[in-house]
């Protein structure tokens, strides 16, 4: 099935963004994760996994720079400039490859989660107060912005983007109600739930216009200090805010 091109970086990208894009495509580490999806064996050997990295960034890049309609496996193996058999030794299809930038979203998300747990072991609220500015940096990340933008838009009609979302929603949220059940213990797990679907909804509007507009992020001087105010204001009683 194809689908059309949800997303255009020159469409929301002012050409004073390309520079940031470039420095995403470069500076983010593509190391291969621990579970990513590659065929059985090619990624023991430094030779594969240097193989494997050098794949997961060139499919990033499509990604970013012409979107979900232009990642394809000819389209990947084009830019390495290998052959598309090559490419299918290391990565069966592209539901793999997909899976595998999505994994290595996870893996760098959660080693961020856990870092601003250990900052904070004894300070419940200044751990949360961690994790929400860590969310609010990802909005800024021009791969997280274009990456969730497209998992989306095309999970609509692929049920195989939709798992993956399922999925990404499922860690969320239990990352949401982690961090606020620690700063009262006693709250009802209803209430915990409720709040951090608040959380989670929040951050998932400020992503999406993150992605739908970025442009209007550098017009918005300020947004991070409102949107902290207000998701701070979330966890600070048991009532409406």
């Not at 747990?117 to 997280?144: C, Q, W």
């Not at 409720?194 to 989670?200: E, G, P, Q, T, Y």
């Amino acid at each position: 099935m194809k689908y059309p091109r949800f997303v255009l970086i020159e469409a929301l990208w002012p050409h004073a963004w390309h520079k940031e894009l470039a420095g995403a495509m470069n500076s983010s580490d593509l190391s291969p994760s621990a579970g990513a999806r590659t065929q059985a064996g090619t990624g023991r050997r430094k030779r594969g996994q240097r193989q494997i990295a050098r794949i997961l960034e060139a499919a990033k890049a499509i990604l970013i720079a012409e979107g979900y309609a232009a990642f394809t496996m000819r389209n990947v193996a084009r830019r390495l400039a290998i052959s598309p058999g090559t490419l299918t030794y290391y990565f069966k299809q592209k539901e793999d490859l997909f899976k595998s930038l999505f994994e290595d979203f996870l893996r760098r998300h959660e080693a961020l989660l856990a870092a601003k747990k250990e900052a904070f072991p004894d300070d419940p609220l200044g751990r949360y107060e961690a994790y929400v500015s860590a969310l609010i940096e990802e909005s800024r990340d021009a791969f997280t912005r274009v990456y969730f933008y497209q998992l989306w838009a095309v999970s609509s009609h692929d049920p195989f983007v939709e798992s993956l979302r399922k999925d990404a929603y499922d860690r969320f949220l239990a990352d949401a109600e982690s961090f606020i059940r620690a700063l009262a213990p006693k709250r009802p797990a209803r209430l915990v739930r409720r709040k951090a679907f608040v959380l989670c909804a929040m951050i998932e509007g400020l992503h999406v216009m993150a992605g739908a507009h970025a442009s209007q992020l550098r017009r918005c001087a300020g947004y991070e200090g409102e949107f902290h105010r207000h998701v701070m204001a979330l966890v600070q009683s048991d009532g409406p805010i």
